[in-house]
C-alpha cells in the first residue's frame, strides 16, 4: 500500500506532502491544476529518468519519495532480503533526489540504490495505467507479456528460459567450431608436428643443464689435467716434500711427545685427520684424472645435443631447458582441439538434445498460454459489455512458426485483436480502437489480471477518457470493486467515477507573490459534495447540481 507521498520543486510544484489510506482515491481538480503532475512526480519515483528541466524554476534540486507498506508481499521483502535493503517495520521507503544538471541519486530504506534496482522492486509493487501505458498496450510485441501475467505459469517461464541458455550457448559453440574448423583442423596438423619433433629430440627435465656443465668441463680437459696433475703431486706424489708426507711426520713427532704431555694427543688427532682428508683428497683426484683421460670423442657428441637442443629452443622461441615444458604445452592444447566433448558431432548431439527439451517445455507453456486465452478473452468480453462496448468482440490472436529456431519466449507471438462495431472484423488494437475504446480496453485488462497479478497499488491517470453517462458510472464501479483487493489511485473528470471513492482529493493551482504552485487536500464530506457538484454543473454551482451530488454519494455508501 502506498502510504504516503512528497513531493518538492517539481516542475510548479513547491511542495505537496499527502498521506494514503487503503480503498480508492480519487484525485480531482480543474483542468490544468497539475492532477497528471502528480502522477508524472510518482512515475519518476518509482524510476523513470530524470532530466534537469523537471525541477521548479529557482530551485537547486527536486525530491520525491513515497512510503510503502509492504506487509504481505513476499516478492518485494524477499528482493528487499536480497539487496540487503529491508527493515523491520514491513515499511519501504523509496527516495530520489534530482539536481539542476539532471544527476539523480536514488535510495530505499535509506540505502544507495541503481534505477535498476528501483525499477525491480517497484514493479513488484505500484503499476501506473496512463495514457502512455494504454499507448504501450497497441504494441502487440508487449500483448505476450500480459498474457504470460494472467496465465501465471512463472515456473514454467523461468525452466523454459533456462533450457533456453542452455540451448543457445551449445548452438553458438557450435556456430563457433564449424566456422573455425578448417582453421582447427590446420592448427591441429601443425601442433601435431611440432610435438612429434619434441618427443623424437626425447629431451629429458634438467638434460640441458648437465650437458652444459659437461661441455664447460671437456672444453677445458687439458687445463684441468694440468692443474689437477699439480695438485695430486703436492698431495700425495713420490716427491720428499708431499703434503701427505709432511703431514705423517707431523703426527708421529706430536705423537711421540703426548706419551710426555697428554695435552699433545688432541693436536695429534687434528692432524692425523687432516691427514686422513689429504689422502681421500689425493684418491678422487687421481680417480677425476683417469675418468677424463677416457672421454676421447665424448666433447664432440656433447657438441651436437647442445646444437640440436639450441636450435630447437631457436624454432620454438623459448630457453633450452624450458623445451620439455613446450613440449607439455603444446601436447595439452592439442589434446583440448581433440577433445570429442567439443568435436562438431558431440556439439551437434548436445544441441538437439537442447532443442528437445526446450520444445517439450515450449510446448507446455503454449497449452497453457492457450487454455488461459480463451479464459482472458471471455473476462475482457464480459467487462467490455459492462463499460458499454456490447458488440465487441475480443480474441487473442496466436501466431506459431513451427520451424523457428528457439527463443526466450517461446514458440508463438501474440496479438490482441479487436472488433469494436457489429459489420466490421477483427483487427490489431492498434488499427481498431479509438481514444475512448482504448482507455475501456485497458480497464478491462487491468481488472481481468488483478485477479491473477496481486500488485498491491494500481494508479489509473485519466481512465475516463472518451467515456461518460453510464460508462462512467461502471468504470467507477469496477474501480471500485478493484479497490477491494489492491489501492486503487484515480485521477478524473467526471463525478459518476469520483462518487465511488472512498477517499477524495482536490488538486488546485495557487498563485501567491508571483508564483504558481500546486495544492493536494482531502475533502471532507461537504467539500467533496462541492465538488462533485463542480464536476456536474462546471464553474456555477446550482442547488440542482448540489442534489444530484447528494443523491450520487447516496448511492455508493
Not at 696433475?229 to 716434500?241: F, G, K, T
Request: include cysteine.
Amino acid at each position: 500500500m502506498l502510504s504516503a507521498l512528497t513531493v518538492e520543486n517539481f516542475l510548479i510544484i513547491d511542495r505537496v506532502v499527502a498521506n494514503f489510506e487503503r480503498g480508492m482515491t480519487v484525485l480531482t481538480g480543474e483542468t490544468g491544476t497539475g492532477k497528471s503532475i502528480l502522477i508524472d512526480a510518482l512515475e519518476l519515483t518509482l524510476g523513470r529518468r530524470a532530466q534537469s528541466h523537471l525541477l521548479r524554476p529557482g530551485a537547486n534540486k527536486l525530491s520525491l519519495s513515497i512510503a510503502l507498506d509492504v506487509s504481505g508481499q513476499t516478492a518485494a521483502i524477499s528482493w528487499l532480503k536480497k539487496q540487503s535493503m529491508e527493515n523491520d517495520e514491513n515499511s519501504c521507503v523509496i527516495r530520489r533526489v534530482i539536481n539542476s544538471e539532471g544527476r539523480s541519486q536514488a535510495y530505499i530504506n535509506g540505502s544507495l540504490s541503481t534505477l535498476e534496482q528501483l525499477k525491480e522492486l517497484t514493479m513488484l509493487l505500484v503499476d501506473v495505467a496512463g495514457q502512455n501505458n494504454q499507448q504501450q498496450l497497441l504494441d502487440s510485441s508487449r500483448h505476450l507479456a500480459l498474457l504470460d501475467l494472467y496465465s501465471d505459469h512463472e515456473a514454467q517461464l523461468l525452466e523454459m528460459q533456462n533450457i533456453y541458455q542452455q540451448w543457445k550457448m551449445v548452438n553458438d559453440q557450435l556456430n563457433h567450431r564449424q566456422q573455425q574448423s578448417q582453421e582447427i583442423e590446420i592448427k591441429q596438423q601443425w601442433l601435431t608436428q611440432q610435438c612429434q619433433e619434441l618427443e623424437q629430440a626425447a629431451i629429458k627435465a634438467g638434460e640441458y643443464e648437465q650437458i652444459e656443465q659437461e661441455h664447460r668441463v671437456l672444453s677445458q680437459k687439458e687445463k684441468l689435467k694440468q692443474a689437477l696433475a699439480n695438485a695430486y703431486q703436492a698431495l700425495d706424489a713420490e716427491s720428499q716434500q708431499n703434503a701427505n708426507l709432511l703431514l705423517a711426520t707431523a703426527y708421529n713427532e706430536l705423537h711421540s711427545l703426548s706419551e710426555i704431555d697428554t695435552k699433545l694427543q688432541e693436536v695429534a688427532e687434528l692432524v692425523n685427520y687432516a691427514l686422513d682428508q689429504s689422502n681421500e683428497a689425493a684418491r678422487e683426484i687421481k680417480q677425476y684424472l683417469d675418468r677424463i683421460d677416457n672421454t676421447q670423442g665424448e666433447l664432440e657428441t656433447i657438441e651436437r645435443r647442445l646444437g640440436v637442443l639450441t636450435e630447437l629452443a631457436r624454432k620454438y622461441k623459448t630457453s633450452a631447458n624450458l623445451l620439455p615444458e613446450k613440449l607439455e604445452q603444446m601436447s595439452h592444447e592439442l589434446k583440448m582441439l581433440d577433445d570429442p566433448e567439443q568435436s562438431i558431432e558431440q556439439l551437434e548431439k548436445k544441441r538437439d538434445n537442447a532443442e528437445a527439451d526446450y520444445k517439450k517445455i515450449a510446448l507446455q507453456v503454449s497449452g497453457t498460454r492457450k487454455r488461459s486465452a480463451r479464459v482472458l478473452e471471455e473476462a475482457v468480453l464480459k467487462l467490455l459489455k459492462q463499460l458499454n462496448m456490447k458488440q465487441a468482440q475480443f480474441k487473442i490472436n496466436f501466431v506459431t512458426d513451427s520451424h523457428t529456431t528457439p527463443s526466450p519466449s517461446g514458440l508463438e507471438r501474440v496479438a490482441f485483436m479487436l472488433c469494436a462495431n457489429p459489420g466490421q472484423k477483427l483487427q490489431p488494437l492498434a488499427k481498431a480502437a479509438s481514444g475512448g475504446e482504448l482507455s475501456r480496453i485497458s480497464l478491462a485488462l487491468q481488472v481481468a489480471l488483478s485477479n491473477r497479478r496481486m500488485i498491491p497499488v494500481l494508479i489509473f491517470d485519466e481512465v475516463d477518457s472518451g467515456v461518460g453517462g453510464a460508462t462512467a458510472e461502471i468504470v467507477g464501479r469496477l474501480l471500485k470493486k478493484l479497490s477491494s483487493q489492491t489501492q486503487v489511485f484515480c485521477v478524473t473528470h467526471l463525478a459518476q467515477i469520483a462518487c465511488q471513492a472512498d477517499h477524495h482529493y482536490y488538486v488546485e493551482k495557487v498563485s501567491k507573490d508571483g508564483s504558481t504552485s500546486v495544492s493536494l487536500t482531502k475533502l471532507n464530506k461537504q467539500d467533496r459534495l462541492q465538488e462533485l457538484a463542480r464536476m456536474i454543473a462546471g464553474t456555477k454551482i446550482t442547488k440542482q447540481s448540489l442534489d444530484h451530488a447528494r443523491q450520487m454519494l447516496a448511492t455508493t455508501e
